[in-house]
């Protein structure tokens, strides 16, 4: 089992443009959540999917959007890209409907996203 | 909205001997989850140990164990006989119950381990 698999592992854009990253989950789970991870900091929620439906949302703005395929994999776009967008961008997979201690969320190693 | 508090940024430990890592949350919910999770130089983040609140027993897991203080909203991480590869970013993490691993973080605490 490959785990989590995150692409590509690192990414330079400038400033205004658009980016797409990507994530396949481990094998099983179904809910895939995307979390951003600014330098120093935690990882912060930006939006959670499953049965290919956007099912929950952190505080971020309409330029973060998503997406998930029918074999449960997910995509994070995010549009007109400001220097503040700069992070480290994490995946994470869980099956969806088991919680603690039943089942646990893996993460992928990440996409260093760095905007100039 | 719930919140999580790291308030060591850094800290550091001899190998073999026992570091406490502190973490405070607020919430009013009942049913939820605290989590501590390592993050190495690999940037992949790994499950420590976990916590049901409901649950007054403090887990355990090998060399790592957790002291849950739920009344006062505490959640601390003990490493004993410290090892180098214990060094990594340390995150105490909250989970709502049914929120389907919709996590919050705190800002994390970095430990080195010295040899």
């Known amino acids: 089992d490959a785990g989590v698999t995150q692409s590509p592992t690192h990414l330079i854009k400038t400033r205004g443009q658009q980016v797409t990253l990507r994530c396949s989950p481990k094998?099983?789970?179904?809910?895939v959540s995307w979390y951003q991870q600014a330098l120093g900091q935690g990882p912060q929620f930006i939006f959670q999917?499953?049965?290919?439906?956007?099912?929950q949302r952190g505080n971020f703005p309409d330029r973060f959007s998503g997406h998930q395929f029918p074999n449960y994999s997910s995509e994070l776009n995010v549009n007109a890209l400001l220097l503040g967008d700069s992070a480290l961008y994490l995946c994470a997979s869980s099956p969806t409907g088991l919680f603690p201690p039943n089942t646990e969320a893996f993460f992928g190693q990440g996409t260093r996203l760095t905007v100039v | 909205a719930q919140t999580v508090t790291q308030s060591q940024p850094e800290m550091s430990v001899q190998e073999a001997e026992t570091v406490t890592l502190s973490c405070t949350y607020d919430?009013?919910?009942?049913?939820?989850?605290l989590f501590w999770y390592k993050q190495p130089p690999s940037r992949q983040m790994i499950l420590v140990i976990r916590q049901e609140a409901y649950k007054q027993q403090n887990a355990t897991e090998n060399r790592f164990s957790v002291n849950f203080q739920k009344a006062a909203k505490s959640f601390s991480l003990k490493i004993s006989d410290s090892q180098l590869g214990d060094t990594a970013m340390y995150f105490c993490a909250f989970m709502r119950g049914g929120s389907n691993y919709k996590l919050t973080f705190g800002k994390g605490t970095l430990l080195t381990v010295n040899p």
């Open positions: 999917y499953y049965e290919e439906e956007e099912r």
């Open positions: 094998s099983g789970h179904d809910t």
């Open positions: 919430t009013s919910e009942s049913n939820y989850y």
